[in-house]
């Protein structure tokens, strides 16, 4: 059999099949059940800290067709976790014991202030997860929270701003 491994920016996993931030990595349960089937890694489903969410009650993707009508792809329109961070922490750091071959990294969003990315990084960085995604420009929420596409939209959260400060909440 073909060896799969793969050791991307030095995050390793059993093969390059991971799920991407959504539902499906959305609690130990799932991620573990992902796993079990054989994925080599998930990004965890974004998590923020502060004001609960609300997310949407119903389907939590969007369908997204083709000329003809068929479908082509789905959108993921959850914004963040409605989870509280505490769980989620727990739940990342107990995966990462019981799955060590297997990539974990999380995504983040929180408002584009230097103490609001120290306070949530310390926590997470405690889960032993293999990665963070720090998600500055999500396109389709949280503006109203300083969030998301906030950031794309005050000059003050420019590149030079995200630079400095994935430079210093290190």
Sequence with gaps: MADLRTNFLGIKSPNPFWLASAP???????????????????VWKTLGDGDPIVNV?????????????????????????????EV???????????????????SLMVPCEEENWKAILKQVEETDCDG?????????????RGMGSAVGQVPEYGVAHQYNLINHVG
């Design 24 to 42: 499906p990595t959305d609690k130990e349960y799932n991620v573990v059940r992902a796993f079990k089937a054989g994925w080599g890694g998930v």
């Design 57 to 85: 009650s119903g389907p939590r993707y969007g369908a997204i067709h083709g000329p003809d009508r068929r479908l082509i792809g789905l959108n993921n329109i959850e914004l963040i976790t409605d989870r509280p961070l």
């Design 88 to 106: 989620n922490l727990r739940e990342i750091k107990q995966v990462k014991k019981d799955w060590p071959d297997r990539a974990v990294v999380v």
């Design 132 to 144: 963070i995604e720090l998600n500055f420009g999500c396109p389709h929420g949280m503006s109203e």
